[in-house]
């Protein structure tokens, strides 16, 4: 698998449900980092969680990072239609390389009313 | 503050002509970083430039693709030539130094008829 996968590849809840989107990584990290995109437009920086937090929230989001096994989850509580976007995670190597983020191929997440 | 500015937000050229697209940084942001997105995809790296020095363009093409970022105006991503396959959205993303984090632009989007 590619640095930086999503999983699932699509979602699809009703409103005011949970989401829960999976991140899974191959190299060591300095960061790792959540975007948001929804169609056809920019990304939305979400949150960023360093290599030395497990947990961080913001609003309605957490994210979680375990570096034993790689991988990091974002929570979306109560979810609205208007989060119904791409969501990207993307891993940060700086300090370890040259900076560059390497994005994973993304959840497409859909909200029903 | 304006934010990571890039120009035009749409580009449709023919096969065979050149595309030019401009990315100016934040304020203050000496380090830029031009990405990929094919469409239902995630953004790949391409290249990550300095004030007048490419410091990573592992993520280029070999042949066409050139980037620059002068001592003055915008840093430009260029492509000659232009073939079907490149039509994509091409992000750009600034950061004031290499521990800090990134902010990205609205994106130009190409389209090779």
């Known amino acids: 698998s590619q640095q930086g996968e999503e999983d699932p590849q699509a979602l699809s809840i009703q409103e005011g449900e949970n989401a829960t989107m999976n991140c899974s990584y191959k190299?060591?990290?300095?960061?790792l980092q959540w975007y948001r995109q929804n169609s056809g437009r920019g990304l939305v920086h979400l949150i960023l969680?360093?290599?030395?937090?497990r947990e961080k929230h913001s609003g309605r989001l957490r994210v979680t990072l375990d570096t034993s096994k790689k991988s990091s989850s974002l929570l979306i509580t109560a979810s609205r239609a208007a989060d119904t976007a791409s969501y990207f995670c993307a891993t940060d190597t700086r300090g370890t390389s040259y900076g560059k983020l390497t994005f994973g191929q993304g959840t497409i997440l859909t909200v029903h009313p | 503050n304006a934010g990571v500015m890039q120009n035009p937000r749409h580009l449709v050229r023919r096969r065979g002509q050149e595309a030019r697209l401009r990315c100016s940084p934040m304020?203050?942001?000496?380090?830029v970083y031009w990405y990929r997105q094919l469409p239902e995809e995630g953004l790949k790296f391409m290249v990550y430039?300095?004030?007048?020095?490419?410091?990573?363009e592992s993520g280029m093409p070999k042949e066409r693709f050139s980037a620059e970022f002068p001592k003055e105006g915008p840093s430009i991503l260029r492509i000659q030539q232009v073939v079907r396959g490149d039509s994509a959205a091409y992000f750009c993303?600034?950061?004031?130094?290499?521990?800090?984090?990134?902010?990205f632009g609205s994106g130009t989007r190409l389209t090779v008829v």
């Open positions: 993303a600034s950061s004031p130094g290499e521990y800090y984090g990134y902010t």
């Open positions: 190299t060591s990290i300095n960061n």
């Open positions: 430039l300095q004030k007048e020095n490419i410091i990573d």
């Open positions: 969680i360093r290599s030395n937090e």
């Open positions: 304020k203050g942001h000496s380090h």
